[in-house]
């Protein structure tokens, strides 16, 4: 298992950036996927995306191609997620989600991750 923590939300207008941190208390192994996912208010949680920490190649929802980023930082056992030219349709609550992808994995299927962290908030303001 691996215990996440999720920081880094807050309110930001509508043009605006910020920057989701996830840090993991435990050592991430090569064969883990790091996701993003978000839920709106009554509505289902959506993938956003999520990066290979052996490679770091990442997987992208079309919503946000474009204008977010994921990014790692192997010797601090943490995950980005940079979002710029952030809009009031992207206001949710974010969640780091971890896989090891030796038990199978499909990248943007939330019930596929197994270790969650608690979630911090975005809002959005138009």
């Known amino acids: 298992q691996v215990q996440l923590v999720d920081s880094g939300g807050g309110l930001v207008q509508a043009g605006g950036s910020l920057r989701l941190s996830c840090a993991a208390t435990?050592?991430?192994?090569?064969?883990?996927?790091m996701g993003w996912f978000r839920q709106a208010p009554g509505k289902e949680r959506e993938f956003v995306a999520a990066?290979?920490?052996?490679?770091?190649?990442?997987y992208y929802a079309d919503s946000v191609k474009g204008r977010f980023t994921i990014s790692r930082d192997n010797a601090k056992n943490t995950v980005y997620l940079q979002m710029n030219s952030l809009k009031p349709e992207d206001t949710a609550d974010y969640y780091c989600?971890?896989?090891?992808?030796?038990?199978?994995?499909?990248?943007?299927?939330?019930?596929?991750?197994?270790?969650w962290g608690q979630g911090t908030q975005v809002t959005v303001s138009s």
């Open positions: 989600a971890a896989r090891n992808r030796y038990y199978g994995l499909r990248e943007a299927v939330a019930d596929d991750y197994d270790n």
């Open positions: 435990t050592r991430i192994f090569s064969r883990y996927v």
């Open positions: 990066i290979n920490w052996s490679d770091g190649s990442t």
